[in-house]
């Protein structure tokens, strides 16, 4: 395995643990990223072209569900960490694991291509030395899916003499004091700017077309809201996505609107004398007639905002809710959908990003649903010559491209030696699914190259190695994905890129790494628990009612042997580890509770 050299694009979550568990299979892995520190967006960086937290952002996940598998978050920590701590913890990560000295910082990789003898990859970098080109037999690609900004078309941008940037140039308040500001945008970024920039703008307006469910953190009683959907409650939900999907996105929205409607009441300016009823009224008219917030996506297509502090925000009349951008028409006037005009000093726009597949311009893009096979290289092309295709449809929206990746991770066609990890778009905690992501593809790639090396895989009866289908298996499942992602795109346009299929895709991780989860816990119609239950039922409490941490995937030894590709390592604290996040969180419960007497 030592001699299989490994190249990790991006030492965010997922390219970081990508190289933990490759080298801790064996695999000879180096890391490669254009920062001079690990932790990607998390790390503040003061350089425009770099996207990356504030300093005050809030994670939209607990503690109580973050953590490596085998590197619990400090007791400490805040409910819900601060982006400092969250880089912190992932500098320390690396450190505990002695990763630094297979790191190569302020180093940028420009493209990967194959070589010429159709044997390796060429991996193009440019550091402070100059540029190079390196040789690995696989590439692992963590570059983030938040690095290439995306505006929205402004065909008068030369009228406005303001200053117009993406959120990702957006660093600090200070340069807007005292300016009247459009934010374009409601998601996560847009919220968290808009906030940052309350108390120093003169008027600060937050532009968007259509509504979004934005709910808080916490529950109503104070109890982080992710604390309350562990692993079986998680495997229902994904059974019934998938057996049901007519009958669950509704539902799911419809839990999810209420809790908005309940978390925006608890802000609702009222004397003590009104009834919960009433402000649930008040508050649900206000969100859905002067905010505009419903109706909007569902989250069968996107993720929610996780946002507590823009409900005070907007009752305060601090962010000025206004419609959708349209275009710029004078030196200082917006245009908004609805044909009004703001005067603003400065526009900034938190639309989202694009994630760069053209840094592999050989992967295979479309080829399903009636789009033609293309290349990442094509589409790159394309782009730089201004032939980009467009869909005639009512919004006008530009047909996207998607990957061919089966299970959102390996290109078919090159199964064997590239997985990229920045595509996903979980419903869970996305640092611990990179971890998970990482370990399948060590097993996968374990596996592959033992059997090509002609190895033994184990004795008679052994756990199956962790083996990918055949080429023809895994092209029909991107097809089938590709199919329904497109199916959906065209009734929502909002629809997320990479969105997973979580029955199919969580499945498909814990199989490939071992990790014997589903083996001995499952959702309530399975009956699988039970054994567990009656034989620890100390455990099965912590796993069936306790936050849904990472920490079990070390839990059950699935290969004593450790045969290559046949699981993952245990880890010796994971038991303790569990006991404790369990016992953490039951005590930051019963706080809660004397706090609220």
């Known amino acids: 395995m030592e001699k299989i050299k490994i190249a990790i694009v991006g030492l965010g979550p997922a390219g970081l643990t990508a190289l933990k568990t490759l080298r801790e299979e064996g695999f000879d892995t180096v890391a490669f990223e254009r920062r001079d520190k690990v932790g990607g967006l998390w790390s503040f960086s003061s350089r425009t072209a770099f996207t990356s937290t504030l300093d005050e952002t809030i994670c939209n996940v607990s503690k109580f569900i973050s953590g490596f598998s085998d590197y619990p978050v400090a007791k400490d920590c805040a409910p819900f960490p601060t982006a400092p701590q969250v880089a912190e ?7 505990h694991f002695n990763l630094h000295g297979h790191m190569r910082f302020s180093t940028t990789v420009r493209k990967v291509t194959r070589n010429s003898s159709d044997n390796a990859w060429d991996v193009h970098i440019t550091n402070p030395d100059g ?26 941008r030369d009228k406005f003499k303001g200053l117009v940037i993406h959120s990702q140039a957006y ?29 120093h703008a003169a008027k600060l307006y937050q532009s968007y077309r259509r509504g979004k469910i934005i709910v808080s953190r916490y529950y109503d009683d104070g109890t982080p809201m992710d604390i309350h959907f562990p692993w079986p409650v998680m495997r229902l939900k994904y059974f019934l996505d998938d057996k049901i999907p007519w009958l669950m996105a509704p539902v799911a929205d ?72 349209k275009d710029f028409v004078g030196d200082h006037q917006v245009l908004l959908d ?15 990003y694009e994630i760069d597949f053209s840094i592999m311009p050989e992967l295979e893009m479309d080829g399903a649903a009636g789009l033609p096979l293309t290349r990442a290289g094509d589409e790159a092309s394309n782009r730089a010559t201004g032939q980009v295709e467009i869909l005639e449809n009512q919004e006008h929206k530009s047909r996207p491209h998607i990957p061919r990746l089966f299970q959102m991770i390996f290109p078919p066609r090159w199964a064997s030696s590239v997985a990229f990890l920045s595509w996903m778009a979980p419903q869970e905690n996305v640092w611990c699914v990179c971890e998970l992501a990482s370990m399948a ?43 329904w992602w497109r199916g959906e795109w065209e009734k929502d346009n909002s629809m997320r890129s990479g969105y997973v299929l979580g029955y199919s895709f969580y499945r498909f991780l814990h199989d490939a790494a071992g990790t014997g989860l ?80």
């Open 171 to 199: 660093k600090s308040p200070e340069p807007f004091l005292n300016q009247k500001i459009l934010v374009v945008g409601i998601g996560n970024t847009a919220c968290e700017v808009s906030l940052s920039l309350r108390k």
């Open 89 to 95: 913890y992932f500098d320390s990560y690396a450190s």
């Open 518 to 597: 589903y083996d001995n816990l499952d959702h309530i119609f399975t009956g699988r628990g039970w054994r567990l239950w009656w034989k620890d039922g100390e455990l099965w409490t912590w796993l069936a009612k306790g936050p849904m941490n990472s920490y079990s995937w070390r839990l059950f030894e699935t290969n004593p042997r450790g045969v290559p590709g046949c699981g993952r390592k245990t880890w010796v604290g994971a038991r303790k580890a569990l006991q404790e996040a369990y016992e953490i969180c039951e005590e930051f419960k019963r706080q809660v509770e004397v706090k609220r007497q």
């Open 254 to 325: 419809g839990m999810m609107i209420r809790k908005m409607i309940s978390d925006a009441a608890r802000f609702e300016p009222a004397s003590p004398d009104v009834s919960r009823s009433e402000r649930l009224k008040r508050a649900e008219r206000r969100i859905r007639e002067e905010w505009r917030l419903l109706p909007g996506p569902s989250m069968a297509h996107v993720h929610p905002t996780v946002q507590e502090d823009i409900f005070p925000a907007l009752h305060a009349g601090d962010i000025i809710p206004v419609r959708g951008f």
């Open 441 to 483: 593809v060590a097993q996968i790639w374990a596996a592959e190259t033992t059997k090509s090396q002609d190895q033994r895989q184990g004795p008679d009866g052994y756990r199956l190695p962790a083996v990918l289908p055949y080429l023809g298996e895994m092209n029909a499942q991107v097809d089938a994905y590709h199919n």
């Open 131 to 156: 540029d190079a080109v390196l040789s690995f037999d696989k590439v692992v690609f963590g570059h983030g899916c938040e690095s290439v900004p995306v505006f929205p078309a402004m065909p008068n």
């Open 338 to 352: 609805d044909d009004t005009i703001v005067e603003v000093d400065a526009v900034i726009f938190c639309t989202g």
